[in-house]
């Protein structure tokens, strides 16, 4: 049904949960769903399965998550990731910590567009904000070496900078001066 997609269906397909994790999570996988031949519908699925997985606890929902975010890089589906842009911290705010690890590989990528690692920066230190002071020290001190490396895409280098001014600290004054 495409956009017409009641959300009472989202909701009921999320309370299935491990079994429609499990069967949602093998989507970034099926390269028929990635070729930009799919119908409207097809395409819609994936946008819906997003919306499950953000709504279900749990690690598999949340690495089926980061698998998504990778494969929406990779197939260049800049309309798929413009859905989401601004997102993702709220569809990982129910996720178990141990998400946050390959979530974090995600955005150390390079061989991914800076887009949906910018994207995963936020959902990183909304996770980090959730865990505590220290954690969140330890997300920023990421961030900044980040916006630090010359080697690094610059518009990503940008993202996280702009990060850093919503948590000022007097160590990272300096580098986004510079």
């Avoid at 499990?22 to 031949?37: H, V």
């Avoid at 119908?39 to 998504?68: C, K, N, Q």
Wanted: with cysteine; glycine share 8%; charged share 25%.
């Amino acid at each position: 049904d495409e956009d017409r997609v009641p959300r009472n269906l989202i909701d009921a397909c999320a309370r299935r949960g491990e079994a429609m994790a499990e069967r949602l999570s093998a989507l970034p996988d099926d390269d028929r769903y990635w070729s930009g031949t799919t119908t409207r519908g097809e395409w819609w699925l994936l946008l819906h399965a997003v919306m499950i997985l953000g709504l279900m606890p749990g690690e598999r929902a949340g690495r089926s998550l980061v698998d998504f975010m990778r494969r929406m890089a990779q197939a260049d589906d800049d309309n798929l990731q413009g859905w989401f842009a601004g997102y993702w911290p709220a569809l990982f705010l129910n996720k178990p910590q141990s998400v946050l690890s390959p979530l974090r590989a995600l955005c150390a990528e390079r061989g991914l567009d800076w887009y949906i690692r910018a994207n995963g920066l936020d959902a990183v230190v909304a996770g980090a904000l959730q865990q505590g002071s220290e954690h969140l020290e330890q997300a920023l001190a990421e961030l900044a070496a980040l916006a630090a490396d010359e080697e690094e895409d610059w518009d990503l280098r940008l993202s996280a900078g702009s990060i850093l001014l919503d948590f000022p600290r007097a160590q990272h004054r300096p580098l986004l001066e510079g």
